[in-house]
């Protein structure tokens, strides 16, 4: 059964970079994409942004000067890069199978973050 | 960007009750819509795809309608685990979620 684990430091300094990355278990990343989602606390969900096994992407338009998402099928993992955080940034973050909506619902746990001096 | 906005804000029910949920969108998205349920502390659970597809392993209480801006999630008759928010999400023009529905205990 396919399982993700997402993980990274709970705290992040404003105007530092946000690094996260997503284990994937029991199954392989490609052929799937593989979406990113964020959920501030008490706040709606958010998408961040999508990635291809083959490393094609897709990002939100309001974090695209900001993201990096990369994948690395060696490890099985994806990572995620979000520069020059404010407090804005702060929420749990997801990595889930395929694209939301599209019919796939396998999730990590998600992992919070939080944006403080 | 394509809002949705979802309606009621919050629906006090009893178990075994019916729930009516509702979410518009601010342009045709004709049947591009999923719902969700999220318990605190959980990922989101998506319950219905592409408007009124049961995703697999959701109860058959569940079931969705509507196209083009205006979407309804029903749900026949309130199990204690239902008590929950409800999001819907849109994948017209990249994707967006609405601001949440609140089910709760009457």
Same mark, same amino acid.
């Given at each position: 059964?396919?399982?993700?684990?997402?993980?990274?430091?709970?705290?992040?300094?404003?105007?530092?970079?946000?690094?996260?990355?997503?284990?994937?278990?029991?199954?392989?990343?490609?052929?799937?994409?593989?979406?990113?989602?964020?959920?501030?606390?008490?706040?709606?969900?958010?998408?961040?942004?999508?990635?291809?096994?083959?490393?094609?992407?897709?990002?939100?338009?309001?974090?695209?000067?900001?993201?990096?998402?990369?994948?690395?099928?060696?490890?099985?993992?994806?990572?995620?890069?979000?520069?020059?955080?404010?407090?804005?940034?702060?929420?749990?973050?997801? &990595?889930?199978?395929?694209?939301?909506?599209?019919?796939?619902?396998?999730?990590?746990?998600?992992?919070?973050?939080?944006?403080?001096? | 960007?394509?809002?949705?906005?979802?309606?009621?804000?919050?629906?006090?029910?009893?178990?075994?009750?019916?729930?009516?949920?509702? &979410?518009?969108?601010?342009?045709?998205?004709?049947?591009?819509?999923?719902?969700?349920?999220?318990?605190?502390?959980?990922?989101?659970?998506?319950?219905?795809?592409?408007?009124?597809?049961?995703?697999?392993?959701?109860?058959?209480?569940?079931?969705?309608?509507?196209?083009?801006?205006?979407?309804?999630?029903?749900?026949?008759?309130?199990?204690?685990?239902?008590?929950?928010?409800?999001?819907?999400?849109?994948?017209?023009?990249?994707?967006?979620?609405?601001?949440?529905?609140?089910?709760?205990?009457?």
């Amino acid at each position: 059964q396919l399982q993700l684990q997402e993980s990274g430091p709970g705290l992040v300094k404003p105007s530092e970079t946000l690094s996260l990355t997503c284990t994937v278990s029991g199954g392989s990343i490609s052929p799937f994409y593989w979406s990113w989602l964020r959920q501030p606390p008490g706040g709606r969900l958010e998408w961040i942004g999508f990635i291809h096994y083959s490393g094609s992407t897709k990002y939100n338009p309001s974090l695209t000067s900001r993201l990096i998402l990369s994948v690395d099928t060696s490890k099985n993992q994806l990572s995620l890069s979000l520069s020059s955080v404010t407090a804005a940034d702060t929420a749990v973050y997801y &990595c889930r199978l395929g694209t939301p909506g599209d019919g796939f619902d396998t999730w990590g746990q998600g992992t919070m973050v939080a944006v403080s001096p | 960007e394509i809002v949705l906005t979802q309606s009621p804000a919050t629906l006090s029910l009893s178990p075994g009750e019916r729930a009516t949920l509702s &979410c518009r969108a601010s342009q045709a998205i004709t049947t591009y819509l999923a719902w969700y349920r999220q318990k605190p502390g959980q990922p989101p659970r998506l319950l219905i795809y592409d408007a009124s597809k049961r995703a697999t392993g959701v109860p058959a209480r569940f079931s969705g309608s509507g196209s083009g801006t205006d979407f309804t999630l029903t749900i026949s008759s309130l199990e204690p685990e239902d008590f929950a928010v409800y999001y819907c999400q849109q994948r017209y023009n990249f994707f967006t979620f609405g601001p949440g529905t609140l089910v709760d205990v009457k």
